[in-house]
């Protein structure tokens, strides 16, 4: 593979903000979606998220060709629910775009802490991650599963080769976080102005 795993979605960032700054939504799933290839090469231990950040770009996704031009912005889609009074519905495009940006909230922190831990396990790196970001939001069963499904976590070493490709995989690995964790923050900021930032799993 030409550069790394994550030669895409850096490429994909660049895109994904209007010249007036505003977020834009295909381009930002886009970059989701460019995400996925890189959660597939954790295996099982990864089944549980990339089945939920699947899920939750179709759903968005859906949404937006629904009216491209209506839902150009990706927060208009939570805007838009907002104003029908529907924006807390379990599948709601306002949830879905909580729990992506969570979901990419823990990727953004696993992958951080394969930058800065490089003793680290990759069972430990992906736990350590789990307890910063999704935990706190899951009830007792996803945090059981999610716990299980950690211990399916690939070796170390096999992984950083197999997403190494030919680029230099940690300078992409900063990349990523330096780049990507802006536009997360940006999500929950505007999340929380609306007063939906914090909503648990059911």
């Known amino acids: 593979m030409e550069g790394t795993v994550f030669t895409p979605a850096l ?20 970059v989701c979606k460019q995400i996925l290839p890189v959660i597939d090469k954790f295996g099982a231990a990864m089944a549980l998220v990339k089945t939920d950040i699947g899920g939750n770009v ?31 519905g379990s599948s709601s495009c306002t949830n879905g775009l909580l729990w992506l ?34 935990k706190k939001f899951h009830g007792w069963l996803a945090s059981s599963s999610f716990t299980v499904a950690m211990k399916l976590a690939p070796d170390r070493k096999k992984f950083m080769d197999v997403i190494g490709g030919t680029g230099d995989i940690y300078a992409d690995i900063e990349k990523f976080c330096t780049t990507f964790s802006p536009l997360l923050e940006e999500n929950h900021k505007f999340l929380a102005s609306v007063g939906l930032d914090d909503l648990k799993a059911s």
């Not at 490429?11 to 381009?27: F, N, R, Y």
């Not at 968005?60 to 927060?75: A, Q, W």
């Not at 979901?103 to 396990?121: I, K, P, T, Y």
């Open 58 to 88: 179709s759903r968005l996704e859906s949404r937006y060709s629904s009216n491209p031009s209506e839902f150009n912005h990706l927060y208009s889609m939570v805007r838009a629910e907002v104003e029908a009074k529907t924006a807390k």
């Open 11 to 30: 490429e994909g960032m660049k895109h994904v903000k209007s010249e007036e700054g505003e977020m834009l939504a295909k381009p930002f799933l886009e």
């Open 101 to 134: 940006t969570r979901a990419m909230d823990f990727l953004v922190e696993l992958f951080r802490n394969l930058l800065e831990h490089r003793d680290w396990a990759m069972s430990q790196a992906c736990s350590d991650s789990y307890g910063k970001t999704l």
